[in-house]
C-alpha cells in the first residue's frame, strides 16, 4: 500500500527527493518514517514525522542534511536529502504507524527504493 519513488544515483554531496504515497490507505493521521538498510548492515531509522508535521526526529548521521516532510493531502510523505555521501547509499523504505525511532512502532512498509551515493 505504501509506495516509494525518487530513489536513483547520484554523486557526492548532491541531492535526492524520495516520495512516500499511500494507495489505499489515509495517512493523515498516521506518523510515518523513512528506515534505510545497506548491503551486509541492519536496517536503521533515518527520520520520522508526526500526523501533522509538528514532531520530527532524525538519526544522528543524517541530522542537518535529511529533511523529512508530508502533505497530509496528497497524502505523501517525503525525504529530501541533502549533501548526500556514499555512506548513505542503500534501500530506503518508508513506514506507516505510531511515532518512534524503532522500526517496531511501524507496522505498514513500503518496499523500498534504491540511493546510491559514487564518491
Known amino acids: 500500500q505504501l509506495g516509494e519513488s525518487g530513489g536513483g544515483l547520484v554523486q557526492a554531496g548532491g541531492s535526492l527527493k524520495l516520495s512516500c504515497a499511500a494507495s489505499?490507505?489515509?495517512?493523515?493521521?498516521?506518523?510515518m518514517s523513512w528506515f534505510r538498510q545497506a548491503p551486509g548492515k541492519e536496517r536503521e531509522f533515518v527520520a520520522a514525522?508526526?500526523?501533522?508535521?509538528?514532531?520530527?526526529y532524525y538519526a544522528d548521521s543524517v541530522k542537518g542534511r535529511f529533511t523529512i516532510s508530508r502533505d497530509n493531502a496528497k497524502n505523501t510523505v517525503y525525504l529530501q536529502m541533502r549533501g548526500l555521501k556514499p555512506e548513505d547509499t542503500a534501500v530506503y523504505c518508508c513506514?506507516?504507524?505510531?511515532?518512534?525511532?524503532?522500526?517496531?512502532?511501524?507496522?505498514?512498509w513500503g518496499q523500498g527504493n534504491q540511493v546510491t551515493v559514487s564518491s
Open positions: 513506514a506507516a504507524g505510531s511515532l518512534g525511532v524503532s522500526s517496531k512502532d511501524y507496522d505498514d
Open positions: 514525522i508526526n500526523w501533522d508535521g509538528g514532531i520530527t
Open positions: 489505499r490507505r489515509t495517512l493523515s493521521a498516521l506518523s
